[in-house]
């Protein structure tokens, strides 16, 4: 039976890099919320208008309309066997509306937790600086440049700190998914549904421990 691979980590602990690496090697399509709300922000269709007056007015867009948009994204011919979803669902509520879409899409839902330490988490967020030329992301503690503060591909140009990547900001940001990811956490492994991998190792055995889990 086909699947919805739901993808759950908290900011920096990869998840985003491993549905990137089940699109390229295995070709299941990574849909991502993220990627779809910058998508409505140049599409001219009803539901796009509609976010557009909301990201417009600063207001938070509903998990209905959240719904709607991820339910529209999967209808299309990419996602009519498995894919993965990266940044939804976020909450228990939006958890409960998923079901009702696999149901309909007559797939069933496996999640997968990402999971990495807080200090560890700290360091990634914290210790992020990317290239202004190219993107190439760098880390002071686990990745740094060649040359301290520069790019290894662009040496001209001075590696970025995000101004929220801060110690304060980064606290808030993953007590903020803890608040509201560890009722989604419960509900999935209430239901059996739910697998662990250790997200602070090497890239590829997160992938591979992965890959084995589907």
Known sequence: MDKIIVLIGAPGAGKGTQARLL??????????????????KTLDTPLAREVQEIMASGKLISDDITYKIVR???????????????????TAVQAEQLEQLAKEQGKEI????????SEELMKRLTG??????????????????????????????????????????VKTRLDTYRENTAPLIDYYAKSNRL???????????????IDGLL
């Open 110 to 117: 496996q999640a997968i937790e990402v999971d990495v330490d």
């Open 72 to 90: 529209e994204r999967t209808s299309r011919d990419d996602c009519k066997a498995t894919y993965v979803l990266d940044g939804y669902p976020r």
């Open 128 to 169: 992020r600086r990317s290239c202004p030329v190219c993107g190439e992301i760098y880390n002071i503690y686990s990745m740094p440049p060649k040359v301290e503060g520069r790019c290894d591909e662009h040496p001209d140009a001075e590696l970025v700190h995000r101004a929220d990547d801060n110690e304060d900001s």
């Open 195 to 209: 697998a662990k991998v250790d997200g602070s190792g090497d890239v590829e055995d997160i992938y591979s421990e």
């Open 23 to 40: 699109d390229e090697r295995r070709g299941i399509p990574q849909i991502s919320t993220g990627d779809i709300f910058r998508e409505m």
